[in-house]
Structure formats: structure tokens, C-alpha cells
């Protein structure tokens, strides 16, 4: 059975379109990354899985249900983090967990949570007090409670420093291990490269590409990024490298560095008209595009 299956889904805010026909499968056991410009569309989607708000057209379905009509059988399988949570002033870590506890009825200790989220130590403070980082390892301790089939994580890295997006990073892989379902929406391409199976790339309401990585790598021809020591870099150089057939983007790094994204075929032909520009190349090494190069090319913008 697939996790999530969308058809059709569209979106309306009066004229304002978030999702225009939408169609996602996660498959049960997926990691997968949902990335997106601002604006995109990736929290709308989020709210009408979780059925806080309902499609203009299209559905949703999530293990089977739909979000809408059997939305509840369903949403009992689900840890969540929604976008811009705010916790409970007057309750402790220790009560925010007890409650996630009582209201999914599950067994569980609330000390092993928060030591699971790095914030034990805390348990007893009012959440009130915690920092930005602390409050979102406590929302997502509370999404972890009862062992959801399924993960749905609005930006799960909002507010944590690198030491804390590496720890969501593992407990992101253990749970997929112990065999969750997770969905995530992220602006942290290094993330989303470090765990997803699948990514799904959605701009102005539009889902532009669904693929691995290496997926998204080939379809853009290779996907290879060149990096060259050029003399002289200069405008008529870069005009030199735009005009080969295959190239993407070249843009100049530093002085004397430039940046091409181009197909494996380009790259021949890239040095042969440098060469035949009188342009001196100096050094050359390719690197594989990585999510950020790919997101550039699908968006033309970047997700920071
Ligand atoms: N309640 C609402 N009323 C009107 N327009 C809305 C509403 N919610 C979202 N929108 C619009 O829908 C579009 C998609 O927004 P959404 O919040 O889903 O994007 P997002 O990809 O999550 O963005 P971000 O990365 O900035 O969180 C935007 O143009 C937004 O202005």
C-alpha cells in the first residue's frame, strides 16, 4: 500500500493558485524530501494531508483513507511537526510529551523521548523557557511518540544549529530503520541529499520534477559541474563558455573560478572553444551536481 497518494490535488486561495494539480505517491518506507522556493506550495500540501484544509479539487489519500473522508483512521498512524509550532507556555517538556502520550494513547516514557531529542536534561523546565532549537526537538519528540507509521515533518531543522540538524538527521535514518514512512519539507538541501530516497521538486504550485538524486542527476544530462581556473575570466570568457551547446549555467565563482553545470558531452567542448578564445586554462576538475546545482536548474532560484 502506498503511504500518500495524491491525484489531482489543486489548491485556491480566492485567485491565488498554491497547488495546481498535484499528483505524489509515497511508497510505505520512503524517505522523501519535498523542496520548493518560498511560496511554493509544500506547506499547503502538508495542511491538506493533515486535513486542515480541503483541496479545491483532486484527493488525498494516506495508507489507504482519504484524507478527508477517513481522514481520522488514517491521522492515528501519523507523528507530525507542523510549520511554526508554538508550545504550551505554562506546561514542562515532561507534560508536552505526557499529553502527546495520553491523546495518541500510547506506552511510552517521556524521559526516554526527550533523551531520544536531546533535551532531557530540560524536562522539567516550563517550555516557555526554551530556546527556539529546544522547542523544536521537543514538537518533534512529540511526533515520535506511539511509533508512527508515518513521519510528516514541516521543516524539521527550523531553529537547530548543526549539531542538532545532525542529530534530527539520525533519528530520521532510525526511524525509517525501525520501518516509519517520512515525509519532509526541507530548505536544507544537505539534508534532504543525506537521507531522502526520493525528492520531489514543486515551484509556483507545480510539482517540476519526482526522482532519487541520482535520478534528478541524469535527467539533467549528467548533471556534471566544472570548475575551472581561467586566464583571463572575464566577460567575453563566460559569453566563450554560455555558447557551447549543453551548457546550463557558468557563473564565476571568484577572479579567476568559474562554475559550469553542463552535460557530460559539453565538457570537451567547453576546453576546445576556451581554447580557441585564447583563453588559458589553468586547472579543471569536475564534481558531481549536487541537490543545490539541481534545485537552481529546476527553479531557477535557490531555497535559501
Ligand atoms: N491561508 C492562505 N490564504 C491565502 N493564500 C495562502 C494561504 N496559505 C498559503 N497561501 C498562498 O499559497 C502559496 C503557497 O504557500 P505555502 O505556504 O504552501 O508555500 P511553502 O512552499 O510552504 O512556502 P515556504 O517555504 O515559504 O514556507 C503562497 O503563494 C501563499 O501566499
Known amino acids: 500500500m502506498e503511504a500518500i497518494e495524491a491525484t489531482e490535488v489543486s489548491k485556491r486561495y ?31 500540501f502538508i495542511n491538506l494531508l493533515l486535513d486542515f484544509v480541503k483541496p479545491t479539487e483532486g484527493s ?6 482519504d484524507c478527508q473522508r477517513g ?9 507530525v511537526l507542523p510549520e511554526g509550532y508554538s508550545v504550551f507556555d505554562r506546561l514542562t517538556g515532561r507534560q508536552h510529551v505526557e499529553y502527546a502520550i495520553r491523546s495518541k494513547e500510547a506506552d511510552a516514557d517521556p524521559l526516554d523521548i526527550l533523551d531520544r531529542v ?16 529546544m522547542a523544536q526537538r521537543l514538537v518533534l519528540g512529540m511526533a515520535l511518540v506511539g511509533e508512527p507509521d508515518l513521519l510528516v ?3 524539521p531543522s527550523t531553529g537547530l544549529d548543526p549539531n542538532g540538524a545532525a542529530e534530527m538527521r539520525e533519528i530520521l535514518r532510525e526511524e525509517n530503520e525501525r520501518g516509519a514512512t517520512i515525509f519532509f519539507s526541507s530548505h536544507i538541501l544537505e539534508q534532504v541529499e543525506a537521507v531522502c530516497d526520493r525528492v520531489g521538486i514543486l515551484q509556483d ?18 548533471g556534471t559541474k566544472l570548475v575551472l581556473a581561467l586566464d583571463p575570466l572575464d566577460e567575453g570568457t563566460l559569453t566563450t563558455i554560455r555558447g557551447v551547446e549543453g551548457v546550463e549555467t557558468a557563473v564565476a ?26 583563453v588559458d586554462v589553468v586547472n579543471f ?6 541537490l543545490e546545482d539541481m534545485f537552481i536548474e529546476y527553479t531557477g532560484t535557490s531555497a535559501r
Open 153 to 155: 515533518l514541516d521543516e
Open 118 to 133: 536531546g533535551i532531557r536534561e530540560d524536562a522539567d523546565r516550563q517550555a516557555s523557557d526554551y530556546s527556539k532549537g
Open 253 to 278: 565563482r571568484d577572479d579567476d573560478t568559474v562554475e559550469v553545470t553542463c552535460t557530460n558531452d559539453a565538457k570537451m567542448d567547453i576546453l576546445v572553444a576556451l581554447h580557441g578564445a585564447g
Open 71 to 79: 481522514g481520522v483512521e488514517a491521522r492515528e498512524r501519523i507523528g
Open 60 to 65: 488525498i489519500e494516506l495508507f489507504g483513507h
Open 205 to 222: 504550485g507545480e510539482l517540476v520534477a519526482v526522482d532519487t538524486i541520482e535520478g534528478l542527476r541524469e535527467s539533467l544530462g549528467g
Open 14 to 44: 480566492g485567485t491565488e493558485t498554491a497547488l495546481d494539480r498535484v499528483d505524489l505517491t509515497v511508497r510505505e518506507g520512503e524517505t522523501f524530501g519535498f523542496l520548493g522556493p518560498n511560496g511554493a506550495g509544500k506547506s499547503t
Open 285 to 290: 576538475r569536475t564534481e558531481e551536481a549536487s
